[in-house]
């Protein structure tokens, strides 16, 4: 995660922390995405291996900034979901990401 990424997921947790005592009754998934090019490395496997390790980086460090564990959730969609289907570059960067998603329990 980048410098620019690790300060916008502290002011998320703080704005999540912000919250909490108003409404108790959220979770949050953390879901990772990678782009539509196969990946196969001893680090990373599969691209589901590479969208897990994204999205479990992000709700640790949101675990670090004082974020509740039992609310939080992180799931792989590797490359099932693009934002942008074309095989250019600038599609494969819009594609490589973390989207957080609240959802009421």
Do not use: C, M
């Not at 997921?9 to 879901?31: P, T």
């Not at 974020?67 to 494969?92: G, M, Q």
Request: proline letters at 3%.
């Amino acid at each position: 995660i980048s410098k620019k990424g690790k300060v916008a997921l502290r002011e998320i947790a703080e704005h999540i922390k912000a919250k909490l005592d108003e409404n108790h009754n959220w979770s949050l998934f953390v879901e990772g995405h990678t782009d539509q090019q196969s990946i196969s490395t001893s680090r990373y496997p599969s691209n589901w291996h590479l969208g897990g390790a994204r999205a479990a980086n992000v709700v640790r460090i949101l675990i670090k900034e004082g974020v509740p564990a039992e609310r939080l959730f992180a799931a792989s969609l590797a490359a099932l979901r693009p934002i942008d289907d074309r095989a250019t570059k600038e599609a494969y960067a819009k594609n490589r990401r973390v989207e957080l998603r609240f959802t009421k329990l």
